[in-house]
């Protein structure tokens, strides 16, 4: 009973903190400017809406689903605002039960740790629905399938929902590639378990998703728009090899991680490292652990200390455009690539080093690449760089699942007392965050 009021008790206090600050978020907002005001909001003037929807499928996007509900909330400003608060809320709630309440703190303040100003790059109503909401209703929809695996109680309204919001979230390329990632690695979980009551569940994710996949693929529109943005933002598009972009997304990918808006990654890096630091007395062990934080650190510093130390290292991180005819002969060149493998490398080798069960590290190893890969997906498309940091929506959440992960395990490792310290530095760094937000949706309502 005790621990049950004292759940109650949290939930009430950090989740009206979470609470008002969304309702904060959503008055600051300002909706007069981006796709959503000059496009989406005037799109029934002098259109049917279902005949506008097959227009838009036949010469620019597949996102027929999002859009259709992008021209409702684009002229219901404040049904939008308010539905918007709530899918926040969703967020929050799936994040908390795929990560099996390892902590309700930590979820509420690593949600608010994200730059949410990255979503008024495009206009805040079509941005939030473009990327935001698919990434919450698409976590959202795997519930069930953890349900299963844990072999816990499926309601059939769960299940419906489920399958609608799988719907939703899919219908965005980034998060359908990310899906599919996602679907594996619980086909993987119930293989190894073999449990396999309720499959059929699974199996119509498949089913929805590979649909949504088709449905994107064979969209005229999506070439259409292909090659008039190639035209628009990048002309030597097509003369790029498919590895070539996925060199590019890759190194776009650890660029905008390294050198911008990096304090999920910074949390990310500085819990790996701590665990790594207490879990083992090998030299070599720690210093794995502990070289992403230091190119974060070396980075995030060189940025500040923009006139001296490290200033070129971070410019040529910052900046880089990867290795190209012009520059290829320049040993320079490969050094964003390089230090970005290696980055990756050494976090797989320490969660290996820090989970004593291979299933554990493997998961972890699993759900990381499936992050970088909605970045590197971006190397494919010609808007990569015009699109802003809105698309690392997909690798932050899925970062912010390692870290529940990260914590789930780390309860074994520190004290009551590092725990506590812990909570009091991240809460300062939200404090902070929350504030850097205000202050850029301020500074974003500008037509």
Not at 37 to 61: G, I
């Amino acid at each position: 009973m005790h621990d049950k009021t004292e759940k109650k008790k949290k939930l009430f206090i950090y989740g009206g903190i979470f609470l008002a600050v969304q309702i904060l978020y959503n008055l600051a907002f300002r909706t007069y400017f981006g796709d959503d005001y000059f496009s989406f909001s005037k799109v029934l003037a002098n259109n049917n809406l279902m005949e506008w929807l097959k227009n838009r499928y036949e010469v620019w996007s597949s996102r027929v689903v999002i859009e259709a509900i992008l021209v409702f909330f684009s002229q219901n400003v404040f049904i939008w605002k308010l539905v918007n608060i709530l899918v926040s809320l969703l967020l929050a709630y799936s994040l908390y039960r795929l990560s099996h309440g390892v902590s309700l703190f930590a979820v509420f303040a690593l949600v608010l740790t994200y730059p949410v100003f990255d979503m008024g790059s495009a206009g805040w109503i079509a941005t939030f629905l473009n990327y935001y909401w698919p990434l919450t209703f698409g976590l959202y929809s795997l519930i069930i399938l953890d349900k299963l695996a844990r072999e816990e109680e499926i309601r059939w309204w769960e299940i419906i929902l489920s399958f609608a919001a799988a719907c939703v979230g899919t219908n965005v390329e980034q998060y359908c590639a990310a899906h599919i990632a996602i679907l594996i690695l619980f086909t993987i979980r119930l293989i190894l378990s073999k449990k396999y009551h309720g499959i059929w569940m699974l199996l119509c994710h498949y089913f929805i998703t590979f649909s949504s996949l088709l449905f994107i693929i064979l969209a005229p529109g999506n070439e259409i728009r292909k090659s008039q943005e190639t035209a628009s933002w990048m002309k030597d598009f097509c003369e790029k090899t498919a590895i070539d972009k996925l060199v590019d997304g890759f190194e776009r990918t650890f660029s905008v991680i390294l050198s911008s808006s990096n304090i999920l990654f910074l949390i990310f890096a500085v819990l790996l490292f701590a665990c790594v630091w207490k879990k083992t007395n090998t030299a070599s062990y720690r210093i794995i652990g502990g070289f992403p934080l230091v190119v974060a650190l070396s980075i995030s510093f060189g940025k500040v200390n923009t006139n001296g130390f490290l200033e070129d290292l971070v410019n040529h991180v910052s900046l880089n455009s990867g290795v190209t005819a012009q520059n290829w002969v320049w040993l320079s060149s490969y050094l964003p690539l390089t230090l970005y493998g290696l980055v990756t490398a050494s976090i797989i080798m320490a969660f290996f080093v820090l989970f004593d069960e291979m299933s554990k590290a493997v998961e972890c190893s699993f759900i990381f690449f499936t992050a970088i890969g909605t970045g590197i997906v971006m190397g494919f498309s010609p808007t990569m760089f015009i699109s802003d940091k809105r698309t690392m929506v997909f690798f932050y959440f899925l970062l912010i699942v390692l870290i529940l992960k990260l914590l789930e395990y780390s309860g074994r490792l520190f004290s009551e007392k590092e725990i506590v310290l812990g909570k009091s530095i991240m809460s300062a760094v939200g404090f902070m965050v929350v504030l850097n937000n205000i202050v850029s949706i301020g500074r974003r309502f500008v037509p």
